[in-house]
């Protein structure tokens, strides 16, 4: 069953080369994103990954980013752009005298993210201080180790921002020593308030603390550590999403719409949970969507008695019987994978429709064998025509478990001209995630709004809240934790931090099959007042805009 993904990216991302994409209509503001790369250096890529990230939510903004190494900069570059962004990710890189020199004398935006500031700030000749009003302090970290008998010490984790404290991502475990953080600030301090001044504070609950999170000092802004390491929907990467408007001097409308999706329709799913599903929303007068898998295979008989079993679409009476009666009520398809599944293998856990990855094994964390563009659409395509031959017209596609190599995300426009869903990216196409030099990542991401171009020219409808889960695990091992209706309201309130922010979620319908035992359709019911209740209007994936 699916789990909850969360994407985190940075020490739990995977490694990967840039992608090139074509040029679309620039419309938006011209923007420029300046990142470290430097050479030799087992992390050279890590800053490709961050501005990749940074790259896609200009998409929502009609900008097509344009990504350079910072050692690539020449001199008087960034006048030709409406906004340069610097990825300060590596500590200590050094910064050609050319960048630093127009960061000073531009009149345009300059956006500047965690390391490497106090090249400019602690060197006399630039005047820093005199001509922004604020200084760099420090770098600040963890309070101190942690350990079995301190196990968080604490760090400057939590950002406020329209009344919500949005805490970063922290784990350790005592046993291993396993830590999972960024907990890496840049501490600022005002000297002139009539040019500087702090947008968004960020504090050390453990010692008092507080500082600066984002400085602005008219065209310059410090965003103090990178949003796009360890992201989940309560992180400070909302707060950046939203402050992104005003950065670039395009102010959207505040506008809060909700999408529900009706997640891993396939051909043995329940008519009569379909139905409740659906009679309900049609009720509520809330339009919906159905992720249908066009094709069900279970190559090894995991649920045929050891018998291997496909049930082409024009078999596939219960699908059919349930998406017909949804479509007339409210309903749209998304084709959600040709099969959602992989050749004969357990990729990872059945080999059978709904379970498994199709574009990425999973296994041994690489592209298929078979990975290809002419691989890849032939299966976009396969899955279309079966769906057309049986009637029916996608309005958008989705990724099965959100992981698909960069190949497949790349020719996914030639399919499909909208996508609905959560993306893995990659810094290569066929990535090394283990090299000693130069290793790849894999960074997955999720929307807050609408990207109407993402780095492998996709369009996404966003899904940013997650979805319902419950620990059935004497049934099914693979599904072995809780997560509640409330946590996703919970989830959809920080979602409205950001002034056109979207609260999207599915749903699967199995959880009201009497055998599992879950509340599901009451769960269900809960969630969807409770978003509306915050204020959202509920649309169909094909009116977002």
Do not use: C
């Not at 020490?11 to 430097?38: N, R």
């Not at 219960?318 to 959600?336: D, E, I, S």
């Amino acid at each position: 069953m699916k789990k909850l993904i969360y994407l985190l990216s940075a020490a739990l991302m995977m490694l990967v080369a840039l992608i090139s994409q074509p040029a679309m209509a620039q419309t938006g503001p011209k923007t420029l994103i300046v990142y470290d790369a430097p050479p030799g250096t087992q992390f050279a890529k890590l800053g490709t990954a961050y501005g990749i990230m940074l790259k896609n939510l200009m998409g929502h903004f009609d900008s097509d980013a344009e990504l350079l190494p910072v050692q690539d900069y020449v001199a008087g570059k960034m006048q030709s752009y409406d906004a340069t962004f610097y990825m300060g990710a590596y500590y200590d890189n050094p910064l050609p005298a050319a960048f630093l020199n127009d960061v000073m004398t531009t009149q345009k935006t300059v956006v500047w993210f965690k390391y490497n500031l106090w090249q400019l700030a602690w060197n006399s000749a630039y005047g820093f201080q005199a001509k922004f009003g604020f200084d760099f302090a420090s770098l600040r970290g963890l309070n101190a180790v942690p350990s079995a008998a301190n196990p968080a010490p604490g760090f400057f984790d939590t950002i406020g921002y329209k009344s919500k404290s949005f805490v970063k991502y922290y784990t350790f475990n005592g046993a291993t020593g396993a830590l999972n953080v960024d907990p890496d600030i840049g501490v600022t301090t005002v000297l002139d308030p009539a040019k500087a001044s702090i947008v968004v504070p960020v504090s050390n609950p453990k010692t008092g603390e507080t500082a600066p999170y984002v400085m602005r000092s008219g065209n310059f802004w410090y965003v103090a550590d990178m949003p796009f390491s360890f992201i989940g929907p309560r992180d400070r990467y909302l707060v950046l999403s939203d402050l992104l408007h005003d950065m670039l001097n395009v102010n959207h409308a505040e506008s809060h719409k909700a999408l529900v999706r009706l997640e891993d329709v396939g051909a043995l799913v329940s008519v009569s949970a379909m139905k409740q599903l659906t009679n309900y929303l049609y009720g509520k007068k809330i339009p919906f969507s159905i992720a249908m898998i066009p094709r069900y295979v279970d190559p090894l008989g995991v649920y045929n008695g050891g018998i291997p079993q496909t049930i082409p679409l024009s078999q596939a009476s219960n699908l059919k019987t349930a998406v017909n009666y949804a479509l007339p009520r409210g309903g749209q398809v998304v084709m959600h994978g040709y099969t959602h599944q992989y050749g004969a293998m357990q990729n990872p856990h059945t080999g059978v429709s709904g379970d498994d990855y199709e574009f990425w094994n999973i296994v041994a964390n690489s592209p298929v064998a078979e990975d290809s563009s002419a691989w890849a659409l032939g299966r976009l395509n396969a899955g279309k025509a079966e769906l057309a031959s049986n009637g029916y017209t996608p309005v958008a596609w989705e990724t099965p478990h959100y992981h698909a190599s960069a190949l497949t995300s790349k020719v996914t426009p030639q399919a499909f001209s909208n996508t609905y869903q959560r993306v893995v990216y990659f810094t290569a196409d066929q990535p090394n995630f283990n090299a000693a030099i130069n290793k790849d990542f894999g960074v997955g991401q999720i929307f807050p709004y609408v990207i109407k171009k993402d780095h492998y020219g996709q369009r996404i409808i966003p899904e940013s809240l997650g979805n319902i889960e419950y620990d059935i695990s004497a049934i099914d091992p693979t599904s072995n934790y809780n997560y509640t209706w409330q946590d996703i309201v919970t989830n959809a309130e920080y979602g409205k931090t950001v002034r056109d922010g979207y609260a999207s979620f599915f749903f699967h319908p199995f959880w009201l099959e009497p055998e599992v035992g879950t509340p599901g359709l009451a769960d269900f019911k809960k969630l969807v007042d409770g978003i509306t209740n915050l204020g959202y209007t509920w649309i169909a994936p094909s009116a977002a805009q």
